[in-house]
């Protein structure tokens, strides 16, 4: 089914040009962060996400964990991570893109990076919405990276809610927050707006959800590159294929210039990092919310934990490196979870809201930067009991993930790391 009339996904095959296959950015084994959004002691937020298995550094499950040799030099991370690849060309087809096809396409002078997503048409109260329903983690790239960098579009895809283009929201006055009943469908929660900058493209949805709308796979190809030839994708893709040129970030798709005072009934809503003005949040994802624990920004993860576990004393430094190394691989592998984790301590933005720090000063509290990640976890471990040590200690780790197995391969690794730096 074409996108011209689609009810479904990108996030299937993507192929780069030297051949390599791409997986999620968030490849480890148990699928991401369910964090718990309500803590024991700290009042929370209420919103408990489902929790995930313990395992989340992908080094299986009974493999024994050694400390990170990198960890006394390797720099903090401050941001999301991502390499942003935004398409140049996308193409919309009447039936899935082949393996095959995808693979002559990568391999076509000027070309990059290429992948397949599903594709499909909702109806909401008669208006058409055409959608790409997408996998959070491997969409991002193809993202503007005011999109890629915004919190609360990739954890409410991962919740099964609605994140529409800009444009569209102000043409249909919707409203963010507010949920609107699909044609012969469900309700879908319009979570937030962004400049997606892809024609033909109203808005997206997780993949998940996708499936269950009957989306059709893989009927779009978006495509990376130097200036890439239309005609040669065209020739790969066959007549019935519509070769559309993707305009350059920031030239459509509105909004630029950062004014996010207009969207009715944004509950704390908010521009993406870096001053541009590509989405807007219903509710969660703060990157504005400041609270007690700068630390700075030191040199090095190593002593970054160390000066955060001043933000809890009687937490040793030690259970905020394993949990860093157990989450993210100290910041190498951000999210978004399957879950919705985000960033490199892997919060979900619900927990993030009350419990995010502003750490290094800058005046805002970035769930994507570990200079506030970290001292922030160091205060949702303390408002869980962490400084009290023994069976609280515990109970505090339980709350960042429910898993006692998570418990234990924490404290096992914090205990590691007690032992190589003495």
Request: proline share 6%; with cysteine; net charge positive.
């Amino acid at each position: 089914m074409a996108l011209l009339a689609i009810v479904g996904a990108v996030g299937g095959a993507m192929v780069f040009a030297d051949g390599r296959s791409d997986g999620p950015l968030d490849g480890r084994a148990d699928g991401g962060n369910g964090r718990n959004a309500a803590a024991a002691d700290g009042g929370g937020d209420g919103r408990t996400p489902a929790p995930r298995s313990a395992g989340g550094d992908g080094t299986g499950g009974g493999a024994p964990l050694r400390p990170d040799a990198t960890l006394p030099s390797s720099a903090p991370v401050t941001d999301a991570a991502v390499q942003v690849t935004p398409p140049e060309l996308m193409a919309i087809m009447t039936s899935a893109v082949s393996d095959g096809a995808l693979r002559k396409l990568a391999a076509l002078k000027r070309v990059r990076k290429v992948a397949a997503a599903d594709g499909g048409t909702i109806r909401i109260a008669g208006n058409s919405l055409q959608l790409l329903a997408v996998d959070p983690a491997g969409f991002r790239s193809w993202t503007p990276r005011p999109v890629a960098e915004h919190p609360e579009v990739w954890s409410a895809l991962s919740r099964g809610e609605l994140v529409a283009d800009s444009a569209v929201v102000r043409r249909l006055g919707m409203n963010l927050g507010a949920e609107y009943q699909v044609d012969g469908g469900p309700r879908l929660r319009l979570a937030a707006s962004a400049s997606l900058g892809l024609p033909a493209v109203d808005g997206l949805i997780g993949v998940d959800l996708g499936r269950r709308l009957g989306f059709s796979p893989g009927v779009v190809v978006l495509i990376h590159g130097d200036s890439p030839d239309a005609r040669g994708v065209g020739r790969v893709l066959g007549a019935k294929a519509h070769v559309l040129t993707v305009p350059a970030a920031g030239t459509t798709g509105g909004n630029a210039g950062g004014n996010t005072k207009d969207t009715k009934g944004a509950k704390n809503g908010e521009g993406g990092k870096g001053g541009g003005d590509a989405t807007k949040a219903g509710d969660g994802g703060s990157t504005r919310t400041a609270g007690h624990g700068l630390v700075g920004r030191p040199d090095s993860y190593l002593e970054l934990y160390r000066k955060s576990a001043e933000v809890c004393p009687g937490l040793s430094w030690t259970v905020l490196a394993a949990i860093g190394q157990v989450e993210s691989g100290h910041g190498r592998n951000n999210g978004p979870s399957s879950a919705g984790a985000l960033g490199p301590m892997q919060f979900m933005p619900a927990t993030w809201k009350s419990y995010g720090v502003d750490g290094d000063g800058d005046g805002k509290a970035d769930i994507w930067s570990a200079y506030d990640a970290v001292p922030s976890a160091a205060k949702y471990l303390c408002a869980n009991g962490a400084a009290r040590g023994g069976e609280k200690l515990r109970k505090a780790v339980w709350f960042y993930n429910h898993s006692w197995d998570y418990v234990n391969k924490v404290l096992g690794l914090a205990e590691a790391y007690a032992q190589a730096y003495r």
